[in-house]
T-cell receptor, first 113, second 115 residues
Framework: EADIYQTPRYLVIGTGKKITLECSQT?????MYWYQQDPGMELHLIHY???????EKGDLSSESTVSRIRTEHFPLTLESARPSHTSQYLC????????????FGSGTRLTVV | SQQGEEDPQALSIQEGENATMNCSYK?????LQWYRQNSGRGLVHLIL?????REKHSGRLRVTLDTSKKSSSLLITASRAADTASYFC???????????????FGKGTHLIIQP
């Protein structure tokens, strides 16, 4: 059973709309991550957080923003969605320190029309 | 790019056979991890091998790591139809190089097990 939850699972939205993708974990992990993945392709890190009030940009430039007000919650927001934002967004968390694997959510598949 | 690259890109075998996937990377790492992804859903962590380890087993999985060649392999023995999925290697090199702190993933190997 998943300990990290992403909602919605699928989202189809019009251009220019503001959207927030939700991610919550119940494991008390300090580290959380957002990855973007196009079909059949590798994952690209777009945001990460070391803990409350910590957010950093990843290797892939993204127009999205994130916040970390609570340990368990790491939402991702797009202020104005565009068709180029169509992708799958995966949230993950891990314990602090080296040599820990990531726990991933089921992902949100976003389509901007 | 620091990302790992899996080889082959796709592999189709008969149920019961062994499946071997390879991963190469470019920089020193803290550890290397393998993940499975079913049908575009979230990834599931399979196994982690530290930079000072050479081989690790977990059930039907065997992972090797050769840091001198910057390569790893994942062996799935006695494959089952349920093993059909994409398999990704991910390298943890931390942010010692000044980059973002997070796993770097390859493009994956798509494994199909024929019943």
């Amino acid at each position: 059973e998943a300990d990290i939850y992403q909602t919605p699972r699928y989202l189809v939205i019009g251009t220019g709309k503001k959207i927030t993708l939700e991610c919550s974990q119940t494991m008390g992990h300090d580290k959380m991550y957002w990855y973007q993945q196009d079909p059949g392709m590798e994952l690209h890190l777009i945001h990460y957080s070391y803990g409350v009030n910590s957010t950093e940009k990843g290797d892939l430039s993204s127009e999205s923003t994130v916040s970390r007000i609570r340990t368990e919650h790491f939402p991702l927001t797009l202020e104005s969605a565009r068709p180029s934002h169509t992708s799958q967004y995966l949230c993950a968390s891990s314990a602090t320190g080296y040599n820990y694997g990531y726990t991933f959510g089921s992902g949100t598949r976003l389509t901007v029309v | 790019s620091q990302q790992g690259e899996e080889d082959p890109q796709a592999l189709s075998i008969q149920e019961g056979e062994n499946a071997t996937m390879n991963c190469s990377y470019k920089t020193s790492i803290n550890n290397l991890q393998w993940y499975r992804q079913n049908s575009g859903r979230g990834l599931v962590h399979l196994i982690l091998i530290r930079s000072n380890e050479r081989e690790k087993h977990s059930g039907r999985l065997r992972v090797t790591l050769d840091t001198s060649k910057k390569s790893s392999s994942l062996l799935i023995t006695a494959s089952r139809a349920a093993d059909t999925a994409s398999y990704f290697c991910a390298t943890d090199w931390g942010n010692s190089g000044g980059g973002a702190d997070g796993l770097t993933f390859g493009k994956g190997t798509h494994l199909i097990i024929q019943p």
